[in-house]
Nanobody
Framework: QAQLVESGGKLAQPGDSLKLSCAAS????????MGWFRQAPGTEREFVAK????????TYSDSAKDRFTISRDNNAYRVFLQMNSLRSEDTAVYYC?????????????????WGQGTQVTVSS
């Protein structure tokens, strides 16, 4: 049974940094593309970043580019999202996902694994 458990979300101030972590189990981690989505109240889930199984290929949304860094530790079965220069508009529940394909990391894909989410609130 695949499981993804996010952690690291908390209340932060604008300009702060946070590092989210996602612990994976129940599937062959290094064979999966891992990603992060977020969802703010009243909005649809938004893609943030994804990283290939090897960790060599990654991509970001425009809002995450230059501020966020996705990484993974295949030995530890973990994926991370380092978030710097946080803004109030980064406030959302952040979800970790696992997909058997690169192209499969989409919010509308029912065939990927989702975590339960971790709340990030950016407010002064």
């Amino acid at each position: 049974q695949a499981q993804l458990v996010e952690s690291g979300g908390k209340l932060a101030q604008p300009g702060d940094s946070l590092k989210l972590s996602c612990a994976a189990s129940g599937f062959s981690f290094s064979d999966y593309t891992m990603g992060w989505f977020r969802q703010a109240p009243g909005t649809e889930r938004e893609f943030v970043a994804k990283i290939s199984g090897s960790g060599r290929i990654y991509t970001y949304s425009d809002s995450a580019k230059d501020r966020f860094t996705i990484s993974r530790d295949n030995n530890a079965y973990r994926v991370f999202l380092q978030m710097n220069s946080l803004r109030s508009e980064d406030t959302a529940v952040y979800y970790c996902v696992a997909s058997a394909s690169w192209a499969g990391v989409r919010a509308d894909n029912e065939d990927i694994y989702w975590g339960q989410g971790t709340q990030v609130t950016v407010s002064s």
